[in-house]
């Protein structure tokens, strides 16, 4: 009998036990896998930059070269650091076209993953590999079928290994004869080695609008609104390039000049290179309703050379520009330093509302992103509207990417130095056209509306 209830023990020990093992089986089958479920993540959002010869420190393309990174994905995944992606999704506009960031349920399934021990998965599950182009071919050459029809080279430069930070500004002729509509730009430096030395690079375009022949940079250069040659394009890391939306661009003269500044900075090796600037035109004959201008809008009280940030504090900034004319915002892109902390952008309206446009809470020097709107959510705004730029700078040992706490710090181009403004291009447009578009927008919101009531 007793050798019948011991033996009842064990059984019903066995049924227990199995009954206990089933959650933890089932957990495990239950578990992402690499090549299910991980690797497509990172085809579609990490891969741009996680693979050989690119720009990121370790490649994500295989199961054998990301599984030692897994506990420093999931650290940055779970806090958001990766991919850099900045803007505050609790506030303002959410809906940009080239959003690289990851949804809520991506994070859940890399963290999951993570938590599971990594397990690879059966490698039949793997997505076909991504045939990324090749760093010497443009970006957009697919979509225009083609390299650019323009190409502004600045002349080479030779960052020496210890050298103190350049900046080189030469002005380099655009042999345009005619008069030209862009409808895409790109920048980059020429060779791989040059992104090691080149921080970042601005392509000024130089032209007469004047009628008389004399070189004018107008207001757009400077800050103003008023549609004008002025800052053709931005570049700096993790910046592509810049698409016009359709019917709009940017206007190259005949005899323009394209006035780089360029900074370097030591990468511990002599390196030569220059950068290159590509346009792509529309056809000739194809003229947009609408020009484009890209602005520099201030985040300080009084303007960039009024930025004071004592030791051991945290600076707030503010500035406001008025838009003399309609027109539709059509990105957002804070440029800061080191103590650089956040920065927003807000329409005040001629009727006194306020509206958030963007907030990048979290900001990075590593990572220059352009937040550039979606087509149906870019910011239409009436003449005499106010745009507000605030700035914030954490100049206290609580940031650490302060190079030092117990220094005062005001504007200027070296990198322990800080600036704090925003990169806006705006779309300018007189009033018919601007409730033209307006009502275009409302229509095509009631639209979706209706759709998704029926669905």
Known sequence: MAHLEFRGVIRLGVIAGTVLALPVLAAAQ????????VASIF????ESCHR??????????????????ARSIKSR????QMPPWHIDKSIGIQHFQNDRSLTESQIDTIVRWVDAGAPKGDPKDMPPPVKWADDNIWNFAKIFGGPPDLVVKSPTYTQKAMAQDAWFKPVVSTGLTEARWVRAIEIRPASIKGRKVTHH????????ENGDGAPEVRAAAAG???????????????KQGEIMRPNSGKLML????????IHYSAAGEDITDSVELGIYFYPKGQEPKYRQALALFSGITGGNRALDISPNSVYVGTNFHVMRKAGRVENFQPHMHLRGKAMSIEAILPTGQTQMLSMVSEFSFNWHNNYVFA?????????????KITSWHDNTAANKNNPDPNQWVGWGDRTVDEMAHAWVNITYMDEEDFKVEVEKRKQKASTTTERQQQQ
């Open 375 to 387: 087509d149906e959510a870019a910011p239409l705004l009436p003449k005499g509207t106010i745009l």
């Open 30 to 37: 239950s578990a992402p896998t690499f090549s299910k479920d």
């Open 254 to 261: 005949p005899g323009s000049k394209i006035v780089w500044d």
């Open 52 to 69: 050989p010869d690119s720009i990121a420190p370790m490649s994500l393309v295989t199961y054998e070269e990301t599984r030692p990174w």
């Open 224 to 238: 103003g609104d008023e549609p004008g040659p002025g800052l053709f394009m931005e570049w700096a890391v993790g």
């Open 43 to 46: 085809q579609e959002k990490c």
């Open 201 to 208: 690079a601005l392509a000024r375009l130089q032209q007469s």
């Open 77 to 80: 995944v779970a806090a958001r």
